[in-house]
């Protein structure tokens, strides 16, 4: 249980992600989910994802390690970086040594993670035991001492407990408490908190700053702007498939340069109510069936002018860490 | 002032829990105690809680899904008779529900959907067509709707959809239970502002439910939080939101992700709801309360007024006794 002293300055990406793309089969063709998705996850920090369903937010995520069901997906092209080594590439039992202990992923769904079948604390310790030699007792410990640490009351009598007696917020806890207990360097949380009230998400966001203090790199997914603010570093803002900003937390909600992101930031109530009316975006996020060319916000985008509809913009740079896939950027506009 | 629009008075739903051969109850989960609250004219009250705390059940019964074991209900202050459902206020009161694909029938189409409960009444003054294409007008739908069916729909279309229903027979009150919820922000905005201009069209009061504090502060002029199946606190939107009386209210706006402030100012409540088939005595929310005292665990607290706000819990008792 010897926690991997970091052998990378904090700065350094822990994990690289370049020229994603993700495809699936559907009637009558393919459909490209994931559209060459660059972005570094660094050591120790809390990279956000946003952005509204259907994006592709939960297909990158699967698709880093390979847990996308194929068919109908099938990953195209690019590259997952990890300690030197690509991740899509790799033979398939050296990616489940990894998966798991060095990089842990928590879904929205607990039972997705939890088998029905067997007590919480045998679930504990045969994850622990799957990874390195423990002595069982002392697994059971740890996992006691885990369901102790991500808020569980009673823990030594939950671990004999089986899920479905457990409430919805004790079991994504369960499931936190195993994506943790093994110290990965990565996790990768796909709307851990959406299916929960908020006071169990403000639990559960507190153990994930705990994590953070332990220097573990996070990737939290969510649809939830409120939720990036509130615990991520920088962020990462999909728009139809594709990275349209990316920014370190305060800068992106100062100054978006993306008009979705502005537009999103707008159309979030928050205070007080001062105007009678919500800015909103028009229209809907556009299917993968019918991405237009050029740039495919263009529709739904106040700023839109011809340059749009014929060249898709790539990621200018705004500066060092900030960029966004707008024609406005090279322009020296603001949404 | 005039009569509220609909005013309750102790209104209890409490759902049997039965068990062996018998199906004898041998308990309830008391899903709603004593719940006393009035809705004026126009307006929008909102109602904040957890999970499980009875803001459905609250719904269902005043639009006479559930039927309440006690209480009185008074529509424009006229009481209304216990048990059935009055046809009065089945035009009165109508509800929208989060998932508006479980809640309409997938089999009619848009034009049977609008117009199905008008034709039962014997309220149809116009043509079918004529009088479903000004509802979906109402909602920002157009008349290629007429003829598809739900599922043809993208989820904000679909609430749409609902919201022309619930229109269709003139209500005064519609109940929105957690109607905006399932919706991406940008298609939430969309319906939020579709729901404030046909208040004011319209006149229309709303019990707005919903577990998220931010579009209840945008919507509503009051706002009841509710926990255990009890009102612990109301008051205007502003007052409760800006500085909330209950400790309980206190933890709830305090767990909300605010977007500009730090994570170190908030107080995360721990623990969870307590099962509603067994609520601790006294207070129900002093298991988990910060400031709980000896009282809080054997004595009910009282509700007290606190400016515009009411409030019951034992802090604001002592405050009156030692004054
Ligand atoms: N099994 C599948 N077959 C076909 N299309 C899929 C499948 N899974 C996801 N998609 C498509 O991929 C896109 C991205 O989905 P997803 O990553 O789940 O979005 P998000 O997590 O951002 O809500 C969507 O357009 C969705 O319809
Ligand atoms: N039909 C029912 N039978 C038994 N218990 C119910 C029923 N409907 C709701 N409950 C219980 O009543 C309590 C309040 O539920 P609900 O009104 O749905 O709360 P909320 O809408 O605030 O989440 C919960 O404990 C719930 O499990
Ligand atoms: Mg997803
Ligand atoms: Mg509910």
Same mark, same amino acid.
């Given at each position: 249980?010897?926690?991997?002293?970091?052998?990378? $300055?904090?700065?350094?990406?822990?994990?690289?992600?370049? %020229?994603?793309? !993700? *495809?699936?089969d559907?009637?009558? +063709?393919r &459909?490209?989910a994931?559209?060459?998705?660059?972005?570094?996850?660094?050591?120790?920090?809390?990279?956000?994802?946003?952005?509204?369903?259907?994006?592709?937010?939960?297909?990158?995520?699967?698709?880093?390690?390979?847990?996308?069901p194929?068919?109908?997906?099938?990953?195209?092209?690019?590259?997952?970086?990890?300690?030197?080594?690509?991740?899509?590439r790799?033979?398939?039992?050296?990616?489940?040594a990894?998966?798991?202990?060095?990089?842990?992923?928590?879904?929205?769904?607990?039972? $997705?993670?939890?088998?029905?079948?067997?007590?919480?604390? %045998?679930q504990? !310790? *045969?994850?622990q035991?799957?990874? +390195?030699e &423990?002595?069982?007792r002392?697994?059971w410990?740890?996992?006691?001492?885990?369901?102790?640490?991500?808020?569980?009351?009673?823990?030594a009598?939950?671990?004999?407990?089986?899920?479905?007696?457990l409430?919805?917020?004790?079991r994504?806890?369960?499931?936190?408490?195993?994506?943790?207990?093994?110290?990965?360097?990565v996790?990768?949380a796909?709307?851990?908190?959406?299916?929960?009230?908020?006071?169990i998400?403000?639990?559960?966001?507190?153990?994930?700053?705990?994590?953070?203090?332990?220097?573990?790199?996070?990737?939290?997914?969510?649809?939830?702007?409120?939720?990036i603010?509130?615990?991520?570093?920088?962020?990462?803002?999909?728009?139809?498939?594709?990275?349209?900003?990316?920014?370190?937390?305060?800068?992106?909600?100062?100054?978006?340069?993306?008009?979705?992101t502005?537009?999103?930031?707008?159309?979030?109530?928050r205070?007080?109510?001062?105007?009678?009316?919500?800015?909103?975006?028009?229209?809907?996020?556009?299917?993968?069936?019918?991405?237009?060319?050029?740039?495919?916000?263009?529709?739904?985008?106040?700023?839109?002018?011809?340059?749009?509809?014929?060249?898709?913009?790539?990621?200018?740079?705004?500066d060092?860490?900030?960029?966004?896939?707008?024609?406005?950027?090279?322009?020296g506009?603001?949404? | 002032?005039?009569?509220?629009?609909?005013?309750?008075?102790?209104?209890?739903?409490?759902?049997?829990i039965?068990?062996?051969?018998?199906?004898?109850?041998?308990?309830?989960?008391?899903?709603?105690?004593?719940?006393?609250?009035a809705?004026?004219?126009?307006?929008?009250?909102?109602?904040?809680?957890?999970?499980?705390?009875?803001?459905t059940?609250?719904?269902?019964?005043?639009?006479?899904?559930?039927?309440?074991?006690?209480?009185?209900?008074?529509?424009?202050?006229?009481?209304?008779?216990?048990?059935?459902?009055?046809?009065?206020?089945?035009?009165?009161?109508?509800?929208i529900?989060?998932?508006?694909?479980?809640?309409?029938?997938?089999?009619?189409?848009?034009l049977?959907?609008?117009?199905e409960a008008l034709?039962?009444h014997?309220?149809?003054?116009?043509?079918?067509?004529?009088?479903?294409?000004?509802?979906?007008?109402?909602?920002?739908?157009?008349?290629?709707?007429?003829?598809?069916?739900?599922?043809?729909?993208?989820?904000?279309?679909?609430?749409?959809?609902?919201?022309?229903?619930?229109?269709?027979?003139?209500?005064?009150?519609i109940?929105?239970?957690?109607?905006?919820?399932?919706?991406?922000?940008?298609?939430?905005?969309?319906?939020?502002?579709?729901?404030?201009?046909?208040?004011?069209?319209?006149?229309?009061?709303?019990?707005?439910?919903?577990?998220?504090?931010?579009?209840?502060?945008?919507i509503?002029?009051?706002?009841?939080?509710?926990?255990?199946?009890?009102?612990?606190?109301?008051?205007?939107?502003?007052?409760?939101?800006?500085?909330?009386?209950?400790?309980?209210?206190?933890?709830?706006?305090?767990?909300?992700?605010?977007?500009?402030?730090?994570?170190?100012?908030?107080r995360?409540?721990?623990?969870?709801?307590?099962?509603?088939?067994?609520?601790?005595?006294?207070?129900?929310?002093?298991?988990?309360?910060?400031?709980?005292?000896?009282?809080?665990?054997?004595?009910?607290?009282?509700?007290?007024?606190?400016?515009?706000?009411?409030?019951?819990?034992?802090?604001?008792?002592?405050?009156?006794?030692?004054?």
């Amino acid at each position: 249980m010897e926690r991997r002293k970091p052998t990378l $300055s904090e700065s350094e990406s822990i994990l690289t992600v370049r %020229d994603l793309s !993700v *495809e699936f089969d559907v009637e009558g +063709g393919r &459909i490209r989910a994931v559209d060459r998705v660059s972005f570094d996850l660094r050591a120790g920090e809390v990279l956000g994802v946003v952005g509204e369903s259907g994006c592709g937010k939960s297909v990158t995520a699967l698709s880093l390690v390979r847990l996308l069901p194929s068919p109908p997906g099938h990953v195209v092209g690019g590259s997952v970086t990890f300690e030197g080594r690509d991740l899509l590439r790799i033979p398939i039992a050296e990616l489940r040594a990894i998966r798991g202990k060095r990089i842990s992923m928590i879904f929205q769904d607990p039972m $997705s993670a939890l088998s029905p079948l067997h007590r919480i604390g %045998d679930q504990l !310790v *045969e994850a622990q035991q799957l990874h +390195g030699e &423990i002595p069982t007792r002392r697994a059971w410990e740890v996992g006691t001492e885990w369901l102790a640490k991500v808020g569980i009351p009673d823990p030594a009598e939950r671990m004999n407990a089986w899920p479905h007696e457990l409430s919805g917020g004790m079991r994504q806890r369960v499931m936190i408490a195993m994506a943790l207990m093994l110290k990965p360097d990565v996790v990768i949380a796909d709307e851990p908190t959406t299916a929960l009230d908020v006071t169990i998400q403000a639990q559960i966001f507190e153990l994930m700053r705990v994590l953070k203090d332990a220097k573990t790199a996070a990737m939290l997914i969510t649809h939830d702007m409120s939720a990036i603010w509130e615990m991520c570093d920088r962020a990462l803002v999909m728009y139809a498939g594709q990275i349209v900003e990316s920014a370190p937390v305060r800068e992106l909600f100062q100054n978006p340069r993306h008009p979705y992101t502005a537009g999103l930031l707008r159309s979030m109530p928050r205070g007080p109510r001062t105007g009678r009316r919500l800015e909103t975006i028009p229209g809907q996020v556009p299917s993968p069936r019918d991405y237009p060319k050029g740039c495919r916000f263009a529709d739904r985008c106040p700023h839109v002018w011809s340059l749009c509809r014929e060249h898709e913009p790539e990621l200018f740079a705004v500066d060092e860490e900030h960029r966004a896939a707008c024609h406005l950027v090279p322009e020296g506009r603001k949404p | 002032m005039s009569a509220p629009l609909l005013e309750v008075k102790g209104l209890t739903t409490w759902y049997p829990i039965r068990r062996g051969v018998w199906s004898r109850t041998v308990r309830h989960v008391q899903a709603l105690t004593d719940v006393s609250l009035a809705i004026q004219e126009g307006e929008t009250l909102g109602i904040v809680g957890e999970s499980g705390c009875g803001k459905t059940t609250l719904g269902r019964t005043l639009v006479g899904l559930e039927r309440p074991m006690a209480g009185a209900m008074l529509l424009r202050g006229a009481v209304l008779p216990a048990g059935i459902r009055p046809a009065a206020l089945q035009r009165q009161v109508q509800m929208i529900f989060q998932d508006p694909a479980a809640a309409l029938n997938p089999r009619l189409t848009v034009l049977d959907l609008l117009t199905e409960a008008l034709a039962y009444h014997g309220l149809l003054t116009e043509s079918r067509e004529a009088t479903a294409l000004q509802l979906l007008r109402d909602v920002g739908l157009d008349g290629a709707a007429l003829h598809r069916y739900p599922f043809e729909f993208s989820g904000g279309q679909r609430q749409r959809i609902s919201v022309a229903r619930a229109l269709a027979l003139r209500p005064s009150l519609i109940i929105c239970d957690e109607a905006v919820s399932a919706l991406d922000v940008s298609v939430q905005a969309q319906v939020l502002n579709l729901l404030m201009d046909l208040k004011e069209k319209y006149r229309l009061s709303y019990l707005f439910i919903s577990h998220d504090i931010n579009v209840v502060r945008f919507i509503a002029d009051r706002v009841a939080v509710m926990y255990l199946g009890r009102i612990v606190e109301e008051g205007p939107t502003e007052d409760v939101i800006g500085s909330p009386a209950h400790p309980y209210t206190q933890a709830l706006i305090s767990a909300v992700p605010a977007v500009g402030r730090e994570a170190s100012a908030r107080r995360p409540l721990g623990g969870e709801l307590p099962s509603p088939s067994r609520p601790p005595a006294g207070c129900p929310f002093h298991p988990r309360c910060p400031s709980a005292m000896e009282i809080c665990k054997t004595a009910a607290p009282p509700t007290i007024s606190k400016g515009a706000q009411k409030v019951s819990c034992h802090l604001y008792s002592r405050d009156l006794s030692s004054q």
